[in-house]
């Protein structure tokens, strides 16, 4: 009777939904906590009811994978996403229709692969984009991009973007080649790899891809680089960089989140699943119960309860915590063909 009730169980918590299906991206709307996105290797999902339903969302667009996406703060409905191979795509009605933005992103041989966007807090409709092909900027909300390049010679690869929330004229770019800073909004760069790669690695297959770089909102000269070969500090605006988390049995860094609401709380995953500091990166914790798989791709916390985090996982769907990663619960993301 007991394993009677257990396959029960196991038959409704799991119908309609592929729970092999990797979670690669999840985004949370600013206002409203009932409505996620999350893109898995084939589609986009959305669910306005706190993850008891999901839609596609994914009518119109190209086959492409989505890789990034953003939700404009200003007026919500608006939604961008970043593709493998197809540049951008603008939504308008929350995903509904999508419309390719483009201009400016192809060259004769190759379209940008877009890693993530980022707003300037002062205008919505200035953004710019960390791509393969560099760090580009649009000031009309898509319309057409430009190459923000310059000073950045040694890479092309552009993975991540960081802002400085009390300057946001102040850029971090991570890269396939370490870290880059702007001070003029992404017009110039110069390399800020002090401690963080060698000069003669800049250029080769061993320098240190940067997956995320985070300014910490109370101390904004600390920022913080996450690396598939470990996890750096630095305390004076990149111009050193310190080796932190070397206690972590997995240095390969996939996902970074800085608690908007503790000062020096942060959280990581990777292989290994989600670990914690609440000492700014001296000790962790490991974060994992619930979990059903420990190679997590992606972490948020929410907008509304800065206590509730979301986790994407590489296999095993989309998980739920409501008391900051004590306790994960899965949600299953169930949705067809668009």
């Known amino acids: ?39 898995t290797n084939d589609y986009i999902y959305k669910t306005r009811d706190a993850g008891q339903t ?72 200035h953004i710019f984009l960390a791509t393969t092909m560099g760090v580009f900027e649009t000031k009309n909300g898509g319309e057409q991009w430009t190459k923000k390049m310059e000073g950045m010679n040694e890479v092309l690869m552009v993975v991540t973007l960081g ?29 800020v790899n002090n401690g963080l790669v060698p000069p003669d690695m800049v250029k080769t297959s061993r320098a240190l891809n940067v997956t995320s770089i985070l300014v910490d909102p109370y101390e904004p000269n600390t920022v913080y680089a996450a690396t598939l070969a470990g996890l750096y500090k630095t305390t004076d605006a990149a111009k050193g960089w310190k080796r932190i988390g070397e206690s972590l049995a997995d240095q390969m860094i996939i996902a970074m ?19 914690r500091s609440e000492d700014g990166g001296g000790t962790w914790v490991v974060l994992n119960k619930g979990l059903a798989t420990t190679n997590i791709r992606t972490i948020a916390q929410s907008e509304a309860d800065p206590g509730v985090f979301y986790a994407g996982t590489n296999g095993s769907g989309l998980y739920r915590s409501q008391d900051a990663g004590e306790i994960w619960e899965p949600m299953p993301v169930v949705g067809g063909k668009p």
Do not use: E
């Open 163 to 191: 802002m400085d929330p009390t300057r946001p004229s102040i850029l971090y770019a991570g890269t396939s080649g370490g870290v880059y800073k702007s001070m003029d909004q992404a017009a110039h760069w110069v390399k």
């Open 54 to 125: 999901w839609t596609n969302l994914s009518q119109g667009m190209s086959y492409s994978r989505v890789i990034a996406m953003a939700i404009d703060p200003v007026y919500p409905a608006t939604v961008y996403a970043g593709t493998k191979g197809d540049a951008v795509y603008k939504s308008y009605d929350g995903g509904q229709r999508w419309i390719s933005m483009r201009s400016g992103l192809d060259d004769a041989t190759i379209t940008s692969v877009v890693n993530q966007f980022l707003f300037d807090p002062a205008d919505a409709q």
């Open 1 to 39: 009777m007991k394993m009677l009730r257990l396959l029960l169980f196991l038959a409704i918590s799991f119908a309609g939904c592929n729970r092999s299906d990797p979670i690669v991206l999840i985004q949370l709307h600013p206002k409203n906590p009932d409505i996620i996105y999350v893109a």
């Open 257 to 275: 989140v800085l608690d908007r609401t503790r000062r020096g709380v942060i959280y990581i995953t990777g292989r290994d699943g989600v670990h």
